[in-house]
């Protein structure tokens, strides 16, 4: 069995951006910063960011096009795709993504959502009908376990 997730905690280094497709699907996509903090051999403290793509589809994209803004705190769940493309000059190009199916807007909740409660906002992208999740069950033999 296979596992391909990406879970990161960071802060939105852009608006989003919110397409419409001809099909009438919503994408959005963004920029998320996570850093890390340690303490060097020297005493000195470091800092290193890392700064992620991530695509949202769907009702999941509407909703963060709608209430994220450049420098929300999110958590991002989903996982990890590469598209690749041959640009103008003719080089082909690479681009890794996180495409997100849960989000949790970290700041609180939007003022358009009920009030101005404080507190994360769950938001998660659903399967539709027409696309069922396959399911698939493997026997577990005693023989085949390594330990």
């Known amino acids: 069995m296979d596992l391909n997730r990406a879970t990161i905690i960071g802060r939105l280094?852009?608006?989003p951006e919110l397409k419409s497709l001809a099909s009438?699907?919503?994408?959005?996509?963004?920029?998320?910063?996570?850093?890390?903090v340690w303490t060097d051999a020297n005493g000195q403290?470091?800092?290193?960011?890392?700064?992620h793509n991530?695509?949202?589809?769907?009702?999941?994209a509407e909703t963060a096009g709608q209430y994220l803004k450049k420098a929300s705190r999110v958590y991002i769940e989903g996982r990890l795709q590469t598209r690749d493309w041959t640009g103008q000059d003719g080089v082909k190009r690479y681009r890794t993504e996180i495409v997100a199916d849960n989000m949790i807007m970290l700041d609180g909740r939007p003022s358009g959502l009920g009030g101005g409660e404080t507190g994360a906002q769950t938001y998660s992208q659903v399967p539709t009908p027409a696309a069922p999740r396959e399911?698939?069950?493997?026997?577990?033999?005693v023989e085949d376990i390594p330990f």
């Open 13 to 15: 280094t852009r608006d």
């Open 24 to 36: 009438g699907k919503s994408v959005t996509t963004m920029s998320v910063a996570t850093s890390r």
């Open 45 to 51: 403290k470091q800092k290193q960011s890392e700064y």
């Open 54 to 60: 991530v695509v949202m589809w769907g009702k999941l």
């Open 135 to 141: 399911v698939v069950e493997e026997e577990i033999k």
